[in-house]
């Protein structure tokens, strides 16, 4: 008779290998520790608003040449010149340009400055100005609008005016010439003048 293990498995020793996982994160978290003296936090800019506009549509419609020694700049889609990448449409650009790789390759981080109460309120008044200026300007340009439709109808009076007394003064002439006419006309022993009809 052979002897026979009661179980064929593998047998590991559980508190070695406890006792190396326990040095490994040690040695972890020391070398995390020494990183961290080492190398200082990046400071980054908190974000904040573009100063200038993104151009969209300087390209838009236009063929390009692309060649093998063509710069990536050149070719075919938007360059982010920051990033170093093309996309490839305007919808992701903006995305890429909004987004958090192209923020912190610009220095800044995703997180928004907290405005206070006297920026908030400065702001609103600085918005209500804009408004009243845009009403002003609108109210300005309606003003503008109404005086010339109002001289235009002034205009369009006078001439009616004008059409009226001159049609007054040729029916008054032809009035007056017609009763002459006849006068002349009795008095030689005339109708009219250019009638068809004879005295029989």
Known sequence: ?????????????????????????????????????????????????????????????????????????????YYCNVCDCVVKDSINFLDHINGKKHQRNLGMSMKIERSSLDQVKARFALNKRKLEEKKKEYELDTRLKEAAEEEARLKELRRERRRDKKRKVQEDDEADNVPVQSEIAQIMGFSGFGASKSKG
Do not use: C
């Open 1 to 77: 008779m052979s002897m026979q293990p009661e179980d064929h498995r593998r047998k590991w020793d559980k508190e070695e290998f406890e006792r190396i996982a326990a040095e490994r994160l040690q040695a972890e978290l020391e070398e995390d520790e020494n990183s961290k003296k080492k190398a200082p936090p990046v400071k980054r800019e908190l974000l904040k608003q573009r100063e200038y506009r993104v151009d969209l549509d300087s390209r838009l419609g236009k063929s390009v040449v692309i060649t093998k020694n063509t710069p990536t700049s050149q070719t075919g889609g």
